[in-house]
């Protein structure tokens, strides 16, 4: 039995081990340890029945905590399953968990299906069915996030296949000399494998499985940008609508823009315009250039990024461009109509097989460029619909010494009083803000990390309120329409050009085997999606997007612009005088990290995982079954309190201070709360205080009096410390939901060194 369980935690663990790589920010092992715990007791059962019925009943415990679902609703599971795993298509790896939870379920029910199928070939003295699923468990993941370390994680697991064969099968000897050969032909294959006439591509190329359909009739996904905020229902069935030849950083496909709102829904407002005839190489181009509004960089050919389109099975009228669409070839979409803003338009849906190209201009400025783009806006821009928040409203700029004044009667007028809640939020978030770039991104990180918002196709309807003031101020749940409606909104009553932009995101992309740098981009209609453009002088108009994490959308998730640099926004943040910490909390994850992968690492607020719990993540389990799951969680937890508790083996009141501010800030990282550690005491009560609700004023006073009072008064200050971080951590366990409570029994967070 010894060598059972060794041999099967073992493989458990490489599998946790080559899955978690997927990920980026890693999400903890402790889950990761879970599944691998679920997935091996069922070996420890006496008979081989009751290891079949113990590893069904366990899966089933799995995939409730996974999928964050009951473990007898098969159906929901089967469902979350399936999504989780089409996601794969869509959203280039390594993903953020926090973001595409059903992804994040189904890498947790990989490693616990592949442990368990090792455990039992382990317990039934099967080495090679045993090594043949250690090769498929922890070799899959290199098919999907291909690295350089790869060849040592494949010799990792070669030597480990063959320790298996040489020491599981029954009465096996001579195990050392075999190990020893094994050992050599590793080595032989590391030098040989790096030869480039030896080194093959691999064999299985299961990305290039295109699962969704690309036969049927065409679809439309109007239903997703026109302006419906009741709720959304995507098809079952994803349909492969376009493809697009591009280089690899491309991030969203431009269909067309919402510029006017009016009777509380943004609409489309364009500028029918005639196009500049221009030859470029070998291709005569139709340019929508206007010098007012676009930068005088836009101008140039030699910055424009071309992209092919090929339509397959898309039902609209407008012609899908790259994001800051310059100009579209002739000729190819019969009676196509430009507008000023770059949107072309076609009298009747483009036919399938359509192919087209099409340029646009797509800068990439750093926010502290962003920060110093003065809101010097064009007159025709001032003038038309981008300042306006009803019809005939116009908003003055921002900075404008008018717009005091025009604040102050504005919503007196029943037209404009219901939308006050809005202004008035964004006037708190964003409200000392020293330029527009600090204003746009305090107000999409608000929406997108710090402010509570969930994403929602079916969100609550609300009688009597604009839905976008609903949203903001009461439901705080919604979809891309709402998120990308009230940043927009609240951009100009703030006197910031904003816009939504709709279209689609990047989907799947295919590298081309001679440049990376360029391939294909499969596109499918849950692609669809909205977003906000945001006009800068001297870059034009620039996407932002605040909906936090796109729900279950597909394609790579950025922030601020198509490449974003979160330390340099939380300079721009701190220079105006906003709170950058709060404010970019979800998307920084902690100091040092940047970048699309970056998001999302805390979780956010607490309020934002109330209500959040799953009943199958605490459901129980009896007998054997869960026998060795309990063994290992019982050790682990115990191993954990002990290093814990040491802190406190000290009679020294100031130790013993120090030892209650590291069980506070520890409990609360291992509940995907980030607390700095370096923060004064009263500071630390506020954070504590925004970020969870719980007042620990008390406990502060006594740590402060422990560690800077006189000595007679720091040991009784001292005891009343350890009282008060008793008191402290039971309002904390009401206030945050048992699932963050249970897996942050596993994080190791609060174990780390300050």
Known sequence: MGRTAGFSISLGILIAWSWSRVELPRTGIGPLLLMVALGVAPAF????????????????????????ARPYSLGTLLSRAGRGFLDFYDVIVPFDGSAHRLMHGVVLLAVFVFSALAALAVRARRPLLASLVLVAGAGWPATIYPGQDDLARGAVLLIAALVLVAQLKPGGRRGGPQVLVGAGLVIVA???SSSGAVAKPQFLNWQTWD???????????????????????????????????APSRSAYWRATTLDAFDHDHWREDQLLVDPIPIPVGNANLDAVFDETVQPRTAADPNRWTTVSVHVEALSDIHVVSPSGAIAYESGKVPDVQYYADGVAVAPKPLARGTTYRAWGYQPQPKPSQLAKSPPNYPTSMVDGTFFEVAPGRVVPPFGDPRRSEWIQ????????????????QALQIAGNAKNPYAATVAIEAWLRSSGGFAYSEKPRQIRGI???????????AGYCQHFAGAMALMLRYLGIPARVAAGFTSGAFDADKDDPTTGTWRVNDHNAHAWVEVWFKGYGWLPFDPTPGRGNLGGPYTASSISFDAPGAEKVLNASALRAAALLGGVLGHPGQSGPGAAGATGGDVAKGRGGGSAGAGAGAAGYVVLGALVLVVLFAAAKFVI??????????REIATACRLEL?????????????????????????????????????????ARFGPPEASAEAAREARSEL???RKRLRRAIPFRRRARGLFSVRSLLPS
């Not at 037209?415 to 006050?420: I, T, W």
């Not at 604009?466 to 705080?476: I, N």
């Open 190 to 192: 590391l030098i040989t």
């Open 211 to 245: 699962l969704s359909a690309k036969t049927g009739p065409s679809v439309s996904v109007s239903y997703v940008w026109k302006a419906n905020y009741s709720g959304i229902t995507f098809p079952k069935k994803r349909t492969r609508v376009f493809t697009v030849r």
């Open 726 to 728: 008793r008191a402290v």
């Open 409 to 424: 009667n504005a919503f007196s007028s029943s037209l404009l009083r219901p939308y006050e809640p809005l202004y008035l």
């Open 45 to 68: 059962l006496p008979t081989l029945r009751l290891r079949l019925v113990g590893a069904a009943f366990a899966l089933l415990l799995a995939a409730g905590y996974a999928l964050d």
């Open 466 to 476: 604009p839905p976008l003031v609903a949203f903001v101020t009461r439901t705080k």
């Open 665 to 705: 800030v520890g409990y609360l990282l291992d509940v995907g709360i980030s607390i700095p550690r370096a923060l004064s005491l009263s500071d630390l009560r506020v954070h504590v205080k925004r970020r969870t609700g719980v007042d620990s004023g008390r406990l502060v006073e006594s740590m402060g009096l």
């Open 644 to 653: 814990r508790r040491r802190r406190f083996f000290s009679k020294d009141p």
